[in-house]
């Protein structure tokens, strides 16, 4: 597959403004004309290789800043949002919504924004005299909706709260058993610590400083929700800083986020940024060593992964997802140029779905998507005894994800055949573009369909080029 030209203009100007530069000062360090900067910086050029090297060796930026981010996802929202059976004058090729991406995120995201809306008036038909019939009255993404929007927009990397945590986790630089230490500061804080059967996964009071934490839940989710309470207790002035940046508009949405930047401290605590980085190269990203090392879970170690973006400092890039028996996705992030469906399921090829017939164990993939990138994808079943007798079990599968450049960094590439067949996957059918998949559950909106009633094949219809 051809390379594809690098088109960064917002980027460089981000750049540009960080190092509080001119456009003449930064021209010159980076060994180009003004004219031909302003060109880049406004998308009418690529970036050439020869700047891309200056970046690196000039300022040491991490040059994947420029390749993966944002414009990928938006161009994967866009591209799902105009497959819209609203839109029926005809889809934009890819390279507008690349160009929209990249010259225009802000017009992109007010783009998705009002698409959000639409379906939202759509789905939503049973209310909407009443929504419209209110004084001042405006149809808003849900607050669930705003903030999954706002982690995957700060690509799941929150630099201030992530350091936090890691400072927490490893005083003096050197990690420390997160247990103890959250136990020393409720301590010198006056909070009593009680284990009980009785309280759920855990129960905070502030009129008497009292905690409660399930008995019955297992050790890296004890641990977990201990330092979920340690960001609030301890760092409740920077989840506050950074609800205030984030602009949520509603409360009930900065709730939600509050408690999400908590669980993000809490996860990047128990699996803290340098030493959890080092022990993943080291045991080649062996989850299960991982979990043992941190006293952590499966699906904590596969999600923290993901998060592995921190400038100067970057992991492999993951994808992470999580799946329920519906098929429907409850958690999602990826770091690399696959994006997932912002609505609907995961695509039925993928080798999640079949993670439920093996608990227990790791399912391996090769797969490629429809514009050719190549992924050694992993998938394992995550279900969540109660622990009780009747008690209900929540199941759910993992998917965790590279490309395949990087396979060799990962122990679950040992023994594939990595120049053999890879298996076709999409990201949801809607937006699929193969026109002979055998668990295509919906025609692609994107495309004409020929119907002959006198002819039957896998699918009632064929998919015109």
């Known amino acids: 597959m051809p390379s594809q030209k690098l088109y960064a203009g917002v980027k460089l100007r981000e750049i540009r403004g960080r190092l509080s530069l001119t456009q003449k000062a930064f021209a010159d360090k980076l060994g180009v004309s003004l004219p031909y900067l302003n060109q880049m910086e406004n998308n009418h050029r690529p970036v050439s290789a020869g700047v891309v090297l ?5 300022f040491g930026l991490d040059v994947t800043e420029l390749t993966v981010g944002e414009s990928e996802r938006l161009v994967s929202d866009m591209r799902e949002a105009l497959a819209d059976p609203v839109f029926t004058s005809g889809q934009p090729p890819l390279a507008d919504l690349r160009l929209a991406a990249s010259n225009a995120p802000a017009l992109a995201r007010a783009f998705l924004d009002l698409h959000r809306a639409y379906r939202q008036t759509h789905e939503r038909l049973a209310s909407l005299d009443e929504a419209l019939g209110r004084e001042g009255a405006s149809l808003k993404p849900s607050p669930w909706e705003e903030v999954r929007d706002f982690f995957h927009y700060c690509d799941n990397y929150l630099d201030a709260v992530d350091r936090a945590a890691e400072h927490f986790a490893m005083p003096g630089g050197n990690r420390k058993d997160v247990t103890i230490l959250a136990e ?20 905070y009071d502030p009129a008497t400083r009292r905690l409660e934490v399930s008995a019955r839940a297992s050790g890296p989710t004890k641990r977990f929700q201990l330092l979920h309470q340690v960001a609030l207790i301890a760092h409740n002035d920077l989840l506050e800083a950074t609800l205030d940046l984030a602009r949520f508009s509603t409360p009930e949405a900065r709730e939600i986020a509050k408690i999400g930047l908590a669980n993000y401290f809490a996860g990047a ?3 803290p940024y340098r030493a959890f980085l080092q022990a993943a190269k080291d045991t080649r990203h062996d989850l299960e060593r991982l979990a043992d090392l941190f006293g952590a879970s499966i699906e904590q170690v596969a999600h923290r992964l993901s998060t592995l973006q921190r400038p100067g400092a970057k992991g492999i890039p993951f994808f992470f997802v999580r799946v329920d028996q519906a098929g429907t996705i409850t958690k999602r992030h990826s770091a ?27 399912l391996r993939q090769l797969a490629e998507t429809p514009d ?10 995550v279900s969540k005894p109660a622990g009780a007798f009747l008690a209900p079990v929540r199941r759910y599968a993992i998917g965790l994800g590279c490309e395949v450049q990087h396979a060799a960094e990962m122990v679950y590439a040992d023994g594939l055949d990595l120049k053999g067949r890879f298996e076709p996957i999409g990201i949801s059918c809607r937006i699929c573009e193969r026109p002979t998949c055998h668990q295509r559950s919906v025609p692609p909106l994107e495309r004409r369909l020929r119907v002959n009633p006198d002819r039957r094949d896998v699918l009632p219809y064929e998919i015109a080029g």
Do not use: K
């Open 54 to 58: 200056a970046l690196a060796q000039e």
């Open 184 to 203: 020393d500061l409720f301590h010198r804080l006056g909070i009593s610590l009680h284990f009980s059967d009785n309280s759920g996964l855990r129960r």
């Open 269 to 271: 605590a128990l699996l």
């Open 336 to 362: 690399t140029r696959l994006q997932f469906a912002r609505f609907g399921g995961a695509c039925p090829l993928w080798n999640m779905h079949r993670a439920f017939e093996t608990p227990g164990q790791f």
């Open 372 to 381: 050719g990138v190549r992924y050694l994808c992993l998938a394992r079943d």
